[in-house]
């Protein structure tokens, strides 16, 4: 961003409090905040603005994150104060408050050679803690920490289509967990979000069915449809996901 950009915004957010809004728009006080949102990173040429999954386009107006090292298509979770609506082609002009980097990845194809590395170990984890938005099925759980060894957390998919598009509307997919036998009893929260664009999801299409291996009920298989937002953000408010371990 060009530095008179960077300073005209600068004397906007310190002018705020008697000024209110560098525009017509005195709809947010520097005092809103949102809850913790997921949202995709998106990398624009030295710059970088945020794809909320529920706030839509948002261009951060901060001038004190050179520490942030952006990645197209990375998952965070963020707390935004929002600032400005339909600001240069954007939804939204934000001060970011908090920006957090989430384990980010695709579906995987469970084969016979991949079945035992994907692993199949229960997972601390409940319904009300998987959401999906924007393209994304994003998971929040409790780890049971490992001692030496990142666990691996993966959304998998049939190799047969026919198995994958099942005749009851629903995409049939499979949460898998490998611990590697190296638990250590301490828990951390984590989270992971995987990107669903490689599946072919149609009008027509239900939901999604996903089975994973619980560590309360066991195996058990979870219905999405399609039109449930879902998901518990709440648990995310003060949780700190430093300390997980996974790959």
Not at 137 to 150: R, S, V
Request: net charge negative.
């Amino acid at each position: 961003m060009k530095k008179l950009h960077w300073l005209f915004m600068t004397i906007c957010l310190a002018v705020w409090p008697a000024l209110q809004s560098c525009d017509d728009n005195d709809g947010y006080s520097i005092g809103d905040y949102t809850p913790p949102l997921w949202a995709t990173m998106r990398v624009t040429g030295s710059s970088f603005y945020l794809d909320c999954d529920v706030w839509g386009t948002l261009w951060p107006v901060n001038t004190d994150m050179g520490w942030y090292e952006p990645a197209d298509g990375q998952r965070v979770i963020t707390v935004f104060n929002p600032l400005w609506d339909n600001y240069e082609g954007f939804d939204h002009a934000v001060k970011i408050l908090r920006l957090q980097n989430v384990l980010t990845k695709g579906v995987e194809t469970l084969t016979p050679e991949t079945d035992g590395e994907l692993g199949n170990d229960p997972v601390l984890i409940f319904k009300s803690d998987i959401s999906i938005s924007n393209g994304y099925m994003n998971i929040f759980f409790l780890q049971n920490l490992p001692a030496k060894t990142k666990h691996r957390i993966s959304l998998v998919r049939p190799s047969d289509d026919a198995e994958l598009y099942g005749d009851d509307g629903y995409i049939h997919l499979e949460l898998r967990y490998n611990t590697y036998d190296d638990v250590t009893g301490s828990r951390a929260y984590g989270a992971v979000s995987y990107n669903l664009n490689s599946l072919n999801m149609t009008p027509e299409t239900k939901g999604i069915k996903l089975k994973l291996n619980s560590e309360k009920n066991g195996k058990v298989e979870v219905v999405f449809n399609r039109k449930e937002s879902g998901g518990n953000m709440e648990k995310m408010q003060n949780q700190d996901l430093s300390k997980m371990q996974l790959r």
